[in-house]
Structures are given as structure tokens and as C-alpha cells.
């Protein structure tokens, strides 16, 4: 069954510096996610992607923050200065259509580590 | 504000013994709610999806209802193993716009031997 992959499993980083989380979504669908999942606490919408622009992103989602689809296959989520805040497991998700009943599907995510 | 509440926080039970895991939302209007599996260090994957007229679908041996006149949703899992032993997120979706969803905290399940 086709899925979600994500690169790399863990990164660690220092604060202030830049880093690119990467995500090849399901072939044919055409939706893409960012999502994030602090320690403990729930997962949290960050961004829509689809048609090679941003669909809706939550309040989280800043100036810091940029997405990209620089190729037809590959999914990226940038974060320009880390804080220590941004430690979290960042999961891509992807879907078929945008219709209710379409399910994410998710990566199994990019444990990002700021020191 | 959409909300998704989730019960209990964390739940322990001995493999074999059924459970039942509740889900409140404050979602309007109600497009579909899905519960989904997350294993530790793992993306969440759905197990079911329920839609406004439906109030009970079975996937094995999780069974979910939903009424949505109380807006309230429920993930049984019968004669449990040690493989359920994960996080279970209520999600749900509204109608209209973006069809962002609204994700719940989760209830932790441990399943011990």
C-alpha cells in the first residue's frame, strides 16, 4: 500500500539555525499537510498545500515557517531560525481529495530536537 | 470554537477485557468524525470514519457509534490485545471551506499482559 515517507526520522539542531524537513506524499493525491505533535500534546494543524500554494495555515505557522513542493514529488517544510519551541515531531499528511470523507494520511514523522 | 474533548486521558486494562473511549465535539456544522491509531514514534492512521447518518460502524474489533444529536462519539475495542496498546485520536471535520479538521488530545490505551 503506497505511503507517506518522511526524511529524515530525527533531526537535531541548534537554535537559531535553519532546517528543511521533507516529505514525498502519496503519488496521486493532490492535498498536502504539515502538522506538528509537541510531547504529550495533541496534534496541531500547521498548513494546507494544494495547486503549488498555501490553502489555509493555523496562527503557528509564521514568518518562520515556508513550505515548498520543489518537484512533483517531494514536499518541504522550512523553518528559517529554530527555537527551542519548535521541538516537536512534525508529521506530513497527504490525501486523495479535499472532500470530508477523504482521510489523511500521515508520515510517520521528523522528531525535530532544538538545542 | 470547534472542539474535540477526549476520555479518559489514559486508560490501562488487561489483554483480553474490552474498553469503550469517549469522544465530545463542539464541531458545527458536522461534516464526519474518524477515529484514528497512532503508535508511539508513528503517524496516526484512521480506522473508521462516521458521517452524520450513520451510528455504528465495525472495523474488526473496533466498533464506533455516533449521535450526533449530542455530539458525542464512542471507540469500543473488544476482547483487547497487546497490539492495541496506543493512542487513539478523535477527529472531526466540518462542513464548508477547507475541511481542516479538528483533532482531539487522545486517550492513551496500555494493554498489559
Known amino acids: 500500500e503506497p505511503e507517506v515517507t518522511q526524511t529524515p526520522s530525527h533531526q537535531v539542531t541548534q537554535m537559531g539555525q535553519e532546517v528543511i524537513l521533507r516529505c514525498v506524499p502519496i503519488?496521486?493525491?493532490?492535498?498536502f499537510y504539515w502538522y506538528r505533535q509537541i510531547l504529550g500534546q495533541k496534534v496541531e494543524f500547521l498548513v494546507s498545500?494544494?495547486?503549488?500554494?498555501?490553502?489555509?495555515k493555523s496562527e503557528i505557522f509564521d514568518d518562520q515557517f515556508s513550505v515548498e513542493r520543489p518537484d512533483g514529488s517531494n514536499f518541504t517544510l522550512k523553518i528559517r531560525s529554530t527555537k527551542l519551541e519548535d521541538s516537536a515531531m512534525y508529521f506530513c499528511?497527504?490525501?486523495?481529495?479535499?472532500?470530508?470523507?477523504?482521510?489523511?494520511?500521515f508520515g510517520n514523522g521528523t522528531r525535530l530536537t532544538v538545542t | 470554537k470547534n472542539q474535540v474533548e477526549q476520555s479518559p486521558q489514559s486508560l490501562i486494562i488487561l489483554e483480553g477485557k474490552n474498553c469503550t473511549l469517549q469522544?465530545?465535539?463542539?464541531?458545527?456544522?458536522?461534516?464526519?468524525l474518524r477515529w484514528y491509531k497512532q503508535d508511539t514514534g508513528r503517524g496516526p492512521v484512521s480506522l473508521t470514519i462516521?458521517?452524520?447518518?450513520?451510528n455504528t460502524k465495525s472495523n474488526g474489533r473496533y466498533t464506533a457509534t455516533l449521535d450526533a444529536d449530542t455530539k458525542q462519539s464512542s471507540l469500543h475495542i473488544t476482547a483487547s490485545q497487546l497490539s492495541d496498546s496506543a493512542s487513539y485520536i478523535c477527529?472531526?471535520?466540518?462542513?464548508?471551506?477547507?475541511?481542516?479538521?479538528?483533532f482531539g488530545r487522545g486517550t492513551s490505551l496500555i494493554v498489559h499482559p
Open positions: 462516521m458521517t452524520f447518518s450513520e
Open positions: 469522544c465530545n465535539y463542539t464541531v458545527s456544522p458536522f461534516s464526519n
Open positions: 477527529v472531526v471535520t466540518h462542513q464548508g471551506g477547507s475541511y481542516i479538521p479538528t
Open positions: 498545500f494544494y495547486n503549488n500554494e498555501i490553502s489555509e
Open positions: 503519488s496521486n493525491h493532490l492535498y
Open positions: 499528511a497527504s490525501r486523495e481529495t479535499d472532500a470530508g470523507g477523504s482521510p489523511l494520511h
